[in-house]
């Protein structure tokens, strides 16, 4: 096979524990911010300092060693919050073992993943204090059989006037108590959070994957997986110290969770979104310098941009501008961030990277945001791998790719030994985790006796050593000639069609046992009318007409094999996991299940509105 290797770009620190990394921060980087966040829109901002964040980790982590539950499984589960990471980072200083929990999770999922996990303490999120209440009332009742023994509420005001807090529980805590309770150990002597020996290879977190709580893999990583993966970010990947970066990933997903370790590290301080409604006032109120997202969150920022320039008679001169900025590049004068100042005043002046992940993006985002000055990058990788495999780079920006893989990591394509052809990614290095939680046949199905960690993720690698991620082994589409198609691939020519927000492709059989492509498009009625030449809103059949022009024209970029040959429309969000990638099978199943109860099939709902079914 051809191997490729990652080369460092920066110059980092590496270190043997998460432990080290914070105590580290924690000296240099004492005075500056590592959080801004406010409890409520409505409220003043809050600052809190690297000195106090690792006053906060070694109280609680001392806290945790004293107590009966050291080394045992305790979780994180919530909203993105200061405390969270306080939560998390005590835990996995204090050489326990971290089980970070989705925070959409449902009360009967959750408790699963509780049961499963053998978790002791939760620590939780005030917005999820009722369920909290009702999971401790229903375990005195014996319905649900877990063993935590501890309810411990991120910050007690948060909870409201709405709910009472359970005084008369002991098993409910304030962190803040125990927090008190750790100082006044280490305040007289207590070291033991510093010194307490840990060992880098043993599993210390468990973070089970998106998926039905029964489909679910726990992975299982180490400090030495975590820390490796942030020593190659950081040779990949420039922070500055008491630079902003934007916190609006989940903080239990692994690329937010991992990126924020590189990002303490390097003395960056989080800014915790205020909510999706506030995305853009808290980019430029807060003057970030750079983000970690998913495509959707860009995706409407740039929709956002391209309307207020439209409103303002300025695209004319903005699309003579980007080929003479491009063109100055060539010669070592950069102007984009002067030029294009007024768009990028709107995004706070000072972001200068984003770090795109979970998903592709259409090439014209990228472009656009590189063409003002941004530095937009795409990264790849899995939970399995802690997570990032390959990034771009400002040294390397291949479109369409992922970049090359970082330093100490190492990529092929299985059974290819030359460029640019497609099968299996696979990687090898220290990242990639020890197995799966309770399931050594999962865990030898994805790690071979070579080592090497076998993605799912199909795709190819071209002659510059880029990885050219095509679609998912599961989601691949077999047709009936035996031809195979990516849904991602086709989803990217339909999402070129303005007005389409969203594109889910699948494989349906039809009524001849034969496999046709399908696809549901999520639309915007006032895009498509505007296409139209029309005020207000399109028709249903105004829609219809121009969208068969559009999938045909989309059609005529394929090889037949690969056309759409029925689709749907919808202005229902389709259904997807907590960092906004779309649920395939759940997806599949609803669209079939409403066909199943109107008594039709995709072929009679060819071109209408899915929405109309009951």
Known sequence: MREIKGTALYEADRFETIRDLILAAGERHAELDVAIFRRKPTLPEEHRTFAQFVSDVKALGTYIIDSQYFGDKLAVVGENCYEWFVSYSAILGSNSIGVPLDRALPEGELVKLLERSGTKVLFYHPKHHEMMVNIAAKMLTKEYDIVVEKFVCMYVEGIGSKFEWPSDDDRFVNI????????????????????????????????????????????????????????????????????????????????????????????????????????????????????????????????????????????????????????????????RRAVFADILK????????????????????????????????????????????????????????????????????????????????????????????????????????????????????????????????????????????????????????????????????????????????????????????????????EITAYLNDKVRDANHQMPSYKIVRNYVFSEQDMIKTTTLKIKRPKEQEAIEGALARNDTNMREMNACNLDKLT
């Open 346 to 541: 709107k995004l706070g002046g000072n972001l200068r990277m984003v770090v795109i992940g979970g998903a592709g993006i259409d090439k014209k985002y990228v472009e656009f945001f590189n063409n003002i000055g941004i530095d937009f990058l795409m990264g790849y990788g899995l939970t399995e791998t802690s997570p990032v495999i390959a990034t771009t780079t400002k040294a390397v920006n291949v479109y369409g790719s992922v970049g090359r893989p970082m330093v100490g990591i190492t990529a092929a394509i299985d059974g290819a030994d030359k460029a640019n052809v497609i099968g299996e990614i696979l990687t090898k290095s220290d990242c990639v985790m020890k197995g799966y939680y309770h399931n050594d046949e999962a865990t030898k199905e994805v790690i071979d006796e070579n080592g090497w960690f076998h993605t799912g993720d199909m795709g190819f690698i071209d002659k510059k050593g880029c990885i050219h991620v095509t679609g998912r082994v599961k989601s691949m589409i077999v047709l009936t000639n035996g031809k195979k198609a990516f849904p991602e691939e086709i989803e990217s020519l339909l999402l070129d069609i303005p007005g389409v927000k969203e594109a889910f492709v699948w494989g349906n059989k039809n009524e001849r046992e034969a496999i046709d492509i399908c696809a549901k498009l999520l639309i915007d009625r006032k895009v498509i009318a505007k296409q139209l030449g029309n005020p207000g809103e399109a028709s249903d059949d």
């Open 176 to 335: 803040y108590d125990m927090i008190a309770e750790g100082k006044k150990l280490v305040d007289n002597g207590d070291d033991r959070f510093a010194t307490n020996p840990i060992d880098p290879e043993e599993v210390r977190i468990i973070l089970f994957t998106s998926g039905t709580t029964s489909a679910s893999k726990g992975v299982m990583l180490t400090n030495k997986n975590i820390c490796s993966n942030v020593f190659a970010i950081s040779q990949t990947l420039y922070a500055g110290r008491g630079e902003r970066y934007f916190s609006i990933l989940p903080l239990h997903h692994t690329f937010e969770n991992t990126c924020d370790f590189f990002l303490i590290s390097r003395g960056s301080c989080a800014c915790f979104s205020d909510g999706l409604r506030y995305i853009v006032k808290n980019v430029s109120e807060w003057h970030i310098d750079f983000c970690i997202s998913v495509p959707l969150l860009f995706e409407n920022i740039y929709e956002k941009i391209m309307e207020g320039i439209e409103q303002s008679g300025k695209k004319k001169m903005i699309d003579i501008m980007i080929p003479v900025t491009k063109f100055l590049r060539h010669f070592g004068l950069d102007l």
